[in-house]
């Protein structure tokens, strides 16, 4: 109470004597706890800070509760916290309904709360909460769906605040690291109103550029949570996710993360950090190359030892496959060589002559005996001979007399039959157009066969004209018709 303190000693009040007794420490606290019941149900909103709970025995949770000039401890029963909505936790901004008490043993007062909601920067996280939830489960968060990074860049555009310092860092950044890199800036609001629709504006005409850039790099400098809202915003996260182009974010500060990072291809903790993850450094690239060089080495080299051991192995095989074919050759070049044809080429004369004189021997031997035999045969055969010969010249002369009747009677016979045709010859011959033809007359022939008539030929037929010794090919110049073959 006014004009109290808590030490036991109470100053002099107006009017007061000096013998009036002052208040103990108990009824001092006693009165202001008294107070404080008092006091109606209220509603506080304050940052939570220190906050520990719930506790491991009671499940009751201590922390403070602060604005920019004062700080109460608070105190949550396990009850009340039990039906809370989300987790408390330090640095958010929480609205508290409850009212105040003093633990009179120590005298140190406590809001307690009865319920706690969201207030300022806490709604705000929590409805970020709930979109990056919701994108989450629609598949946009999800690593599988992020596109790789080319290790070495070098297009690349960059959406930010042409205004603002970040520009500048990336810029030195991508000169110090790499100047191969070729950096296309984007101007758009990072912050403010309209700014959500000049980032997805800006990611727009940078994936457009032609040639299309590696990749885009999507950054602002630190601030504040509210200041990084803009990249929580949900039209601009989906506008990341379906950009053709792959985006690479860096937003704020290390503990800064937005729903942007979270659907971007990669997420950087600065723009700086963004700079550096597409632009490696040139001691790097040249690393990256004498390893590979060495990697190429070693590989090149395991491959020529394999194929010199493969041709090793082959030469041998050769070697053992040649030497096999030309021990054959040896070996039948010496059955060749020694057949006695080539090592004595007379041999073969000398035998084939020892080989006619035994076959001459065999000859002469048989021919004696065969000619004895035919000088025994032909004394048994000779009196039938004798007698087959005298039986042969009685038949000679019979058939000679029946031939000399056969003529006698044939030309008898054939008499008049060549009479007769003899005078059938000369009436056929007399009849004969080769007669006519003798005489200076011909035959003309035309395609369509024998010509009787002028009036068959036209101009320009062929003709074959028949004479007695020959053919004449002629063709019509004109056909002249006579009076009476005209009148006809």
């Not at 633990?103 to 409805?127: D, I, N, P, W």
């Not at 590989?299 to 070697?319: F, N």
């Not at 496959?321 to 020694?338: E, K, Q, T, V, W």
Request: with cysteine; charged share 25%; aromatic share 4%.
């Amino acid at each position: 109470m006014p004009g109290w303190n808590l030490t036991g000693t109470a100053p002099r009040a107006q009017g007061a004597s000096e013998g009036d007794e002052a208040l103990s420490v108990s009824q001092a606290v006693e009165m202001a706890a008294s107070a404080l019941d008092a006091l109606p149900l209220l509603t506080v909103i304050g940052e939570v800070t220190g906050f520990r709970g719930p506790n491991a025995r009671s499940g009751h949770c201590y922390f403070q509760i602060k604005d920019d000039a004062c700080a109460v401890d608070c105190i949550i029963w396990r009850g009340s916290y039990a039906k809370r909505s989300f987790e408390l936790r330090d640095g958010m901004q929480v609205q508290f309904t409850g009212n105040f008490n003093l633990y009179k043993a120590t005298g140190r007062m406590s809001f307690v709360a009865k319920s706690f909601t969201l207030a300022g920067e806490g709604l705000l996280r929590q409805q970020v909460a709930a979109l990056a939830e919701k994108l989450r489960l629609e598949g946009l968060c999800d690593d599988a769906r992020k596109r790789r990074i080319p290790v070495f860049c070098t297009r690349v555009a960059v959406v930010t605040s042409l205004s603002g310092a970040v520009i500048d860092d990336v810029k030195r950044t991508l000169r110090r690291r790499n100047p191969l890199v070729e950096l296309i800036c984007v101007g758009a609001k990072v912050q403010g109103d309209g700014a959500p629709g000049e980032l997805i504006e800006g990611l727009q005409r940078a994936a457009a550029i032609d040639p299309a850039p590696d990749c885009i790099l999507l950054v602002r400098g630190g601030g504040s949570f509210e200041d990084l809202m803009t990249f929580n915003d949900e039209a601009l996260a989906r506008a990341v996710a379906a950009c053709p182009v792959p985006v690479v974010t860096g937003i704020g500060h290390e503990p800064d993360t937005s729903i942007c990072d979270m659907v971007s291809d990669r997420r950087c903790s600065t723009p700086t950090a963004a700079a550096e993850s597409v632009a490696p450094a040139m001691s790097d690239l040249v690393d990256v190359l004498d390893a590979r060089e060495r990697r190429m080495v070693t590989a090149l080299t395991g491959t020529v030892r394999a194929a010199s051991s493969d041709v090793a192995a082959l030469r041998e095989r050769a070697d053992r496959a040649f030497g096999g074919y030309m021990s054959r050759l040896a070996m039948a070049l010496d059955a060749a060589a020694a057949r006695p044809c080539l090592r004595d080429p007379a041999w073969m004369v000398d035998r084939r002559l020892a080989d006619l004189e035994q076959s001459a021997d065999r000859l002469g031997g048989a021919a004696a005996h065969a000619q004895e035999r035919f000088e025994a045969t032909l004394a048994r055969l000779a009196p039938r001979l004798s007698a087959t010969a005298s039986s042969f010249a009685v038949r000679e002369h019979e058939l000679a007399l029946a031939s000399s009747r056969l003529g006698n009677e044939g030309r008898a016979l054939l008499s008049g039959l060549r009479s007769e045709l003899g005078a059938r010859a000369a009436s056929l011959d007399a009849l004969s157009p080769l007669k006519v033809l003798a005489r200076g007359y011909s035959i003309a022939y035309s395609p369509s066969g024998v010509v009787t008539s002028a009036a068959d030929v036209k101009p320009d037929d062929e003709l074959r004209i028949r004479l007695t010794d020959g053919d004449v090919r002629a063709r019509a110049l004109a056909v002249d018709l006579n009076d009476e073959a005209a009148l006809a």
